[in-house]
Nanobody
Framework: QVQLQESGGGSVQAGGLLRLSCAASWRIYSSSVIGWFRQAPGKAREFVGLIRWSNGNTLYADSVKGRFTMSRDKSGNTVYLQMTALKAEDTAVYYC???????????????WGQGTQVTVAS
């Protein structure tokens, strides 16, 4: 069964850090792009960052640039989202997704995880 599983969410104080993981149940294809998105209550799902599986190239939303870093473990079929200097506005459910294109729109991604909650207390 093709599945993505996020983990690592939790509650932290503003200024703190968390590392999210996204593990795939299959061998991720070299041509794949892994994206992280988030959705706060009452808001649309928004792009956080993406990483190209083949070469590790990354792209980040302006709101997280310089604070969040994506990396990948090819042998473990896992992508990480290291989040530092967290702000209250980072509070959301975070999702990872797999797609085939270097795109920031959620509609470009075909396989999604269930999400993990991140809560940042101010």
């Amino acid at each position: 069964q093709v599945q993505l599983q996020e983990s690592g969410g939790g509650s932290v104080q503003a200024g703190g850090l968390l590392r999210l993981s996204c593990a795939a149940s299959w061998r991720i294809y070299s041509s794949s792009v892994i994206g992280w998105f988030r959705q706060a209550p009452g808001k649309a799902r928004e792009f956080v960052g993406l990483i190209r599986w083949s070469n590790g190239n990354t792209l980040y939303a302006d709101s997280v640039k310089g604070r969040f870093t994506m990396s990948r473990d090819k042998s473990g079929n896992t992508v990480y989202l290291q989040m530092t200097a967290l702000k209250a506005e980072d509070t959301a459910v975070y999702y990872c997704a797999v797609g085939s294109h270097y795109e920031t729109q959620p509609s470009s991604y075909r396989t999604w995880g269930q999400g993990t909650q991140v809560t940042v207390a101010s």
